[in-house]
């Protein structure tokens, strides 16, 4: 097997814009139409009290295990903010084995909690397992500038050149400054700017304007990039999804 699909996406904590409508059964569906290998999420619900008791089809597991259910067998939940009653964080769900995997404290101020999350996954027959890293990275350029740091270190550290690698996520970046720091100096791309020049609008859902989500890759050609727009994704959440269809260099 040398393809690979991917999708990333900011789940909102399973409501729409605004928080009109919990839109989680309607995400679940949403990303199992697109059938991805791998999911990297964002603003994921791992637990909260008072949800469960306002909703009456809140589910009862964890989001990320209800999202993965019986379609990603393996999955990993980095815990990022914490609160009274509840917690979310960033996911990532896999169709493959998931052998190791750790969260790392991205967060710049105590404001505003972020994680970085890496997984790394056995895919059959390749000689190296698939890095996996997904961030959310905070609002302000001083602070990103430091996570894209904190990203750099790590995959320098963990990740080898001749392994496969897909960083995706919420990089809050509107101005491209992340894209140009990464491309630059771990010899990544981006799969929309690889396929139509720029990176995709995904936020706000209703009506795409800003280029807020990304999909890295190394190692990898691009076969597919594609922006989830529509009524029925912008009934789901405030960004859209993006998803990408990978060929294994070798």
Not at 73 to 91: E, I, L, M, T
Not at 136 to 157: C, F, M, P, S
Not at 191 to 201: I, K, M, N, Q
């Amino acid at each position: 097997m040398q393809k690979l699909q991917v999708v990333t996406y900011n789940i909102h904590k399973g409501f729409s814009q605004f928080k009109r409508r919990m839109s989680v059964h309607d995400l679940r569906d949403r990303l199992r139409d697109i059938g991805a290998d791998v999911v990297f999420l964002q603003e994921v619900q791992g637990l909260h009290e008072k949800h469960s008791t306002r909703h009456n089809n809140w589910p009862a597991a964890p989001q990320h295990e209800f999202l993965a259910d019986s379609i990603w067998s393996d999955f990993a939940y980095g815990k990022n903010a914490v609160y009274d009653g509840g917690h979310h964080g960033n996911a990532i769900l896999s169709k493959y084995p998931i052998t190791r995997w750790d969260n790392e404290d991205i967060s710049m101020h105590d404001s505003e909690h972020r994680g970085l999350l890496h997984c790394e996954i056995a895919i059959p027959d390749w000689p190296q397992p698939l890095h996996c890293i997904n961030v959310h990275l905070g609002l302000l350029g001083h602070w990103r500038r430091k996570q894209i740091a904190l990203i750099k270190n790590r995959i320098e550290k963990l990740v080898p050149e001749n392994s496969p690698l897909v960083i995706a996520g919420d990089f809050n970046d509107w101005r491209r400054h992340a894209s140009n720091a990464l491309v630059e100096s771990m010899k990544v791309s981006e799969v929309f700017e690889t396929t139509s020049g720029r990176p995709a609008r995904s936020f706000p859902a209703i009506l795409p304007m800003l280029h807020l989500d990304r999909i890295y890759v190394r190692g990898f050609s691009v076969e597919l990039a594609r922006a989830h727009h529509g009524h029925s994704w912008s009934r789901v959440s405030d960004h859209i999804a993006l998803s990408a269809r990978l060929i294994r260099k070798l």
